[in-house]
């Protein structure tokens, strides 16, 4: 199981306030979350599209986002408390760690308003695999890829580390469907048509009398 | 990591042989070069940010050494800037805690002492351009937003530091 270190490490999160602007908080992260950059992100409009991104600006009292490498910058309106919230950005950011999925959306979103043909949906989604994804989940073991797209439905298979892994759901629902979204808007449901508990070694094997979780 | 986007490489050579010992500068450069000329698509970069700062001399530390004397800057990560002194104290900055800490006349009124900087005008991305050192008691940055008329006395960045051991860290 050595392929799967990397998702297995424990995460540090180390929050550090500002010393000067009590309304900034700094949270120095054990892994990198994007590489590049830096990239910030004004405001949640910014944030579409990007897994992270949004899951911090949905935590109530967030002003702006900050992310640069493994360190993450958070200011927070001035009438909003710590107390909670730290604990709750955290959260959100060990979230998307394991979802492997990157943190930020990089590839343009789509803003056009005529409907697409199933070929040039296809293009757009492999495209989002091919250059964001897939090269990110690899570092799991995992794999995406479309099986097909039928009446705005994508139906996809999961595969490598990712097939019978309890967290390719969070991949799949917190990480890969918050970019799809952007990209590929027409997209009204996605299908795993991967059979989890299938092959000779799923992620984690099931165990008929095993402990359930 | 399965996958690599960018090449990096960082820092002088005068800083070389602290910063990643058993290693040469050249051979860096070399791999660089060589990186990018089987790779065109990946981007290739080298970035560093410290300009006429004194170097990182750990083996220079010593507990009767000076408070007021750097013996090293370093970039610890893209947000966080280190400064070892030399008595063997380290202060870790936040860039932009640094920005906001300038004392200038623009940023504090020279008088009353009266703070005229708004932290919420600096940006959290602001970051120093090169480091230039003033004298033998501070230094300058040329800061990303355009801001460079503030010097950073020694005096007043381990001041900071020490105000720095009541600010809360936790882990999450």
């Not at chain 1, 989940?137 to 999961?158: C, D, F, P, T």
């Not at chain 1, 795993?192 to 099931?206: E, I, L, M, S, V």
């Not at chain 2, 932290?119 to 480091?131: A, F, G, H, L, Q």
């Amino acid at each position: 199981m050595s392929d799967f270190q990397l998702a297995d490490l424990p995460v540090s999160i180390r929050a550090e306030t500002s010393l000067v602007d009590p309304d900034t908080c700094k949270f120095i992260v054990s892994r990198t979350l994007h590489p590049g950059g830096p990239f910030f992100f004004g405001n949640k409009e910014r944030a579409d599209g990007s897994p992270l991104v949004e899951r911090l600006f949905a935590l109530p009292g967030v002003a702006n986002v900050l992310i640069a490498e493994s360190v993450v910058t958070i200011c927070k309106e001035p009438t909003a408390s710590w107390s909670g919230l730290k604990a709750a950005i955290g959260t959100a950011i060990r979230t998307q760690l394991m979802t492997g999925v990157p943190a930020i959306l990089e590839m343009h979103a789509h803003t056009g308003t005529q409907g697409r043909s199933d070929a040039e949906l296809h293009t757009t989604i492999q495209e989002l695999l091919d250059k964001q994804v897939n090269k990110s989940i690899a570092s799991h073991g995992g794999k995406i890829s479309v099986v097909e797209i039928r009446q705005q439905k994508l139906y996809i298979a999961m595969s490598g580390g990712c097939q019978g892994c309890a967290s390719s759901q969070v991949t799949l629902r917190q990480g890969f469907e918050v970019m799809l979204k952007r990209v590929a808007p027409e997209i009204e449901e996605i299908v795993d048509t991967t059979n989890h508990a299938a092959g000779k070694q799923p992620f984690y094997p099931r165990h008929e009398s095993g402990v359930k979780q | 990591m399965a996958t690599q986007d960018t090449m990096t490489t960082e820092t002088v050579p005068r800083l070389y042989k602290e910063a990643r010992p058993g290693t040469d500068f050249q051979n860096s450069l070399k791999l660089l070069q060589r990186f990018r000329a089987l790779h065109p698509n990946i981007p290739t970069k080298s970035g560093l940010m410290v300009e006429g700062a004194p170097a990182w001399m750990e083996g220079a530390a010593r507990p009767a050494g000076s408070q007021k004397t750097p013996i090293g800057f370093l970039q610890r990560d893209p947000r966080t800037l280190s400064i070892l002194w030399e008595d063997g104290h380290r202060d870790d900055f936040d860039v932009r805690d640094l920005r906001l800490a300038c004392r200038c006349a623009l940023c504090i009124e020279e008088m009353s002492g009266r703070k005229l900087l708004d932290p919420k005008t600096i940006r959290s991305d602001v970051s120093p351009r090169p480091i230039v050192s003033i004298g033998n008691y501070a230094i300058n940055f040329d800061w990303s937003d355009g801001h460079n008329s503030g010097i950073y006395s020694f005096d007043a960045l381990r001041a900071l530091g020490a105000s720095a051991a009541a600010r809360s860290i936790e882990n999450v």
